[in-house]
């Protein structure tokens, strides 16, 4: 009986240990790759200035993020949402963007060094596409809710900017084995509750890119770089679309 009992416990403690190893392995991989493939984020500007309409709007526009919004894996500035934004929202008058973004930022990152310079520049209007790196980097629930809630409520108090709080993509379907791939799925759907009820709660606007463009990016195709996580210039137009349908309309 005692030697059935060890047995027993061998084959847990190895299939544990089996286990463990596999998911270290898994997510290395991923990142691995990553880095072979050695994606360059394009050369950003602090400011650009786009002169539109004669009459209109003069309005500055601070986009607030990671990588996402810094354009990762594109080959100019000018193909990131950011930029295409402020391009279409030029038809009505001069747009002055000011790029407060950076590669792997996660919320506590932003609050650092991106937080106060994006409000000393007295924005009109705000994006702010930020937590994937916080996902990824299995930061929690709670230390992401309490950061995004700060940066909330920095922008509400200290800005009179229109804020547009956006969703987190469904990205690296492929990049990432099982099951980090349903996982960050999950956990992707669950921040952009928290995103979406933290805007309301704050009188922001939430714009959800992620349902619209799940099947859209749930395999490697022309939407993604050459990582397979960030998105092409093809994946940039297709977000910018979508924020720029809920924000052009409404000026």
Do not use: C
């Amino acid at each position: 009986m005692e030697k059935i009992i060890m047995k027993k416990l061998f084959i847990i403690i190895f299939l544990l240990l089996a286990i463990s190893l596999y998911l270290y392995l898994a997510n290395a991989y991923a990142y691995y790759m990553f880095r072979r493939v050695g994606l360059k984020a394009p050369t950003v500007q602090n400011s650009y200035v786009f002169n539109g309409a004669a009459a209109g709007d003069n309005l500055t526009y601070a986009a607030i993020g990671d990588s996402l919004t810094s354009g990762m894996g594109l080959n100019k500035y000018e193909e990131a949402f950011p930029y295409l934004l402020a391009e279409d929202l030029s038809e009505k008058g001069r747009v002055t963007l000011q790029n407060f973004s950076y590669p792997g930022y996660r919320t506590d990152d932003l609050i650092k060094n991106l937080l106060e310079p994006a409000i000393a520049a007295r924005p009109q209007i705000i994006t702010l596409l930020i937590g994937t790196n916080d996902v990824h980097g299995f930061y929690g629930r709670e230390k992401f809710t309490a950061n995004y809630k700060y940066i909330l409520g920095r922008l509400t108090k200290e800005t009179t900017a229109e804020i547009y709080t956006i969703s987190l993509p469904y990205i690296g379907a492929n990049a990432f084995l099982p099951p980090y791939n349903s996982y960050f799925d999950r956990q992707t759907s669950d921040f952009n509750n928290i995103i979406k009820e933290l805007a309301e709660a704050y009188g922001a606007k939430y714009i959800d890119i992620a349902e619209p463009t799940k099947a859209a990016f749930s395999e490697k195709n022309i939407y993604y770089a050459a990582d397979a996580f960030h998105p092409s210039a093809a994946g940039q137009a297709l977000w910018e679309k979508i924020i720029f349908d809920n924000i052009g309309s409404g000026r």
